[in-house]
T-cell receptor, first 111, second 112 residues
Framework: GQSLEQPSEVTAVEGAIVQINCTYQ??????LSWYQQHDGGAPTFLSY????GLEETGRFSSFLSRSDSYGYLLLQELQMKDSASYFC????????????FGKGTRLSVIA | NAGVMQNPRHLVRRRGQEARLRCSPM?????VYWYRQLPEEGLKFMVY????????ESGMPKERFSAEFPKEGPSILRIQQVVRGDSAAYFC??????????FGPGTRLTVL
């Protein structure tokens, strides 16, 4: 099976940079994904890493180290609208296995 | 291109009643996933379906819960004889077989 660990809460100041870490255990690995969910909303896809290294998409970047079973989501130039929950997720052996989510990190951006 | 649609958005049931949750995937998507989310918690996988087939139901409770994705029409998650512990947000997601999931707005089920 799969399990993921991420901090439950993070608070950061508007304009700053924040890093949300995720460690995982899985019997097979088919990539690490990140999703964002605002209160009362649906999860939306942010990024996906299949290989080691950094993927950048605008203000958001995601990093993966397969040897360490570790990844992180980096949010730069934080805005108030970034206040949300962020979930890391992994698949097992193949793309046909379901996505398993961590419990989420609640990010609060303060002025 | 319409996104994933779920209805109803809110559903109230009394204990012992049945709840039917519907999900229409994005156009062109034949893979449907159901997840349950309790307040302040993550998304827990329930079932993965492709057209007319259940691929993985390892997250489904053994009793009272069932899911289908018929050849025509939406995917249905059915909960029989609901109990208060079934109160949660139920999200449906679809994909084309690629790795990204697209989530619907969810159905908030409240059991009185």
């Amino acid at each position: 099976g799969q399990s993921l660990e991420q901090p439950s809460e993070v608070t950061a100041v508007e304009g700053a940079i924040v890093q949300i870490n995720c460690t995982y255990q899985t019997s097979g690995f088919y990539g690490l994904s990140w999703y964002q969910q605002h209160d009362g909303g649906a999860p939306t896809f942010l990024s996906y890493n299949a290989l080691d290294g950094l993927e950048e998409t605008g203000r958001f970047s995601s990093f993966l180290s397969r040897s360490d079973s570790y990844g992180y989501l980096l949010l730069q130039e934080l805005q108030m609208k970034d206040s949300a929950s962020y979930f890391c997720a992994v698949r097992g052996f193949s793309g046909n296995t379901p996505l398993v989510f961590g419990k989420g990190t609640r990010l609060s951006v303060i002025a | 291109n319409a996104g994933v649609m779920q209805n109803p958005r809110h559903l109230v049931r009394r204990r012992g009643q049945e709840a039917r949750l519907r999900c229409s995937p994005m156009k062109g998507h034949s893979h449907v996933y159901w997840y349950r989310q309790l307040p302040e918690e993550g998304l827990k996988f329930m079932v993965y379906l492709q057209k007319e087939n259940i691929i993985d139901e390892s997250g489904m409770p053994k009793e009272r819960f069932s899911a289908e994705f018929p050849k025509e029409g939406p995917s249905i998650l059915r909960i029989q004889q609901v109990v208060r512990g079934d109160s949660a947000a139920y999200f449906c997601a679809s994909s084309s077989g690629q790795l990204t999931l697209y989530f619907g707005p969810g159905t908030r089920l409240t059991v009185l």
